[in-house]
């Protein structure tokens, strides 16, 4: 199991970006596949999730901002965050819960900072 993350970078506040994560080593569409993120001193929190035929599931406090969805003829699952804003600066991890073992990509990073 394989997951590479990309498309961080720094943005200003109210920005977007689209995050990518490219999945590889198992039957993509048949697993739920998750957004985390960290920031610096905190806990790893869950972004959002999609099930393979793409019910999506987003932290309350991210709704309205965050979307997600998948591409499974790409073996990709995109984080698209909107409206972005200081407390968004984070490592964004992908991950997926591979017969009750997770599996977690490097993480990419996002700053919004101006």
């Known amino acids: 199991v394989q997951l590479v993350e990309s498309g961080g970078g720094r943005v200003q506040p109210g920005g977007s970006l689209r995050l990518s994560c490219a999945a590889s080593?198992?039957?993509?569409?048949?697993?739920?596949m998750s957004w985390y993120r960290q920031s610096p001193g905190k806990d790893r929190e869950f972004v959002a999730h999609i099930s393979p035929g793409g019910t999506a599931a987003v932290a309350d406090a991210l709704k309205g901002r965050f979307t997600i969805s998948r591409d499974n003829d790409k073996n990709t699952v995109y984080l698209q965050a909107n409206n972005l804003k200081a407390d968004d600066t984070a490592y964004y991890y992908c991950?997926?819960?591979?017969?009750?073992?997770?599996?977690w990509g490097k993480g990419t990073l996002v700053t919004v900072s101006s």
């Open positions: 991950n997926v819960d591979y017969y009750a073992t997770p599996y």
């Open positions: 080593g198992f039957t993509f569409s048949s697993f739920l």
